[in-house]
């Protein structure tokens, strides 16, 4: 069964760390692209980064460079997304999600798979 489960979200305040985690099973995690996606109240979802499994490359968004890291377990088959620095808009429900072929896409439409997500609430 294709499984990803992220985890580590909570209520934090602004200026603070969390630590995502996302879980991955049931395909070939190596041959992916994962992505970390969040999606705040009324708005719509957004790209957070993205690498691609086998080469390490990864992207982030403007608005979270210098602040967010994205790294990789391959033991595990875990991608973790290490926050700091975080601010209010920062708030929102974080989702990973993979594909093989055609990689992160713009909000993650159309990508293979998808987790359920994980609540990150910044308070001012």
């Known amino acids: 069964e294709v499984q990803l489960v992220e985890s580590g979200g909570g209520l934090v305040q602004a200026g603070g760390s969390l630590r995502l985690t996302c879980a991955a099973s049931?395909?070939?995690?190596?041959?992916?692209?994962v992505g970390w996606f969040r999606q705040a109240p009324g708005k719509e979802r957004e790209g957070v980064s993205c690498i691609r499994i086998s080469t390490g490359s990864i992207t982030y968004e403007d608005s979270v460079k210098g602040r967010f890291t994205v790294s990789v377990d391959n033991a595990k088959n875990t991608v973790l997304l290490q926050m700091n620095s975080l601010k209010v808009e920062d708030t929102g429900v974080y989702f990973c999600?993979?594909?093989?072929?055609?990689?992160?896409?713009?909000?993650?439409?159309?990508?293979?798979?998808w987790g359920k997500g994980t609540l990150v609430t910044v308070s001012s």
């Open positions: 049931g395909f070939a995690f190596d041959d992916y692209a």
């Open positions: 999600a993979a594909d093989r072929w055609t990689g992160c896409r713009p909000k993650g439409y159309g990508m293979d798979y």
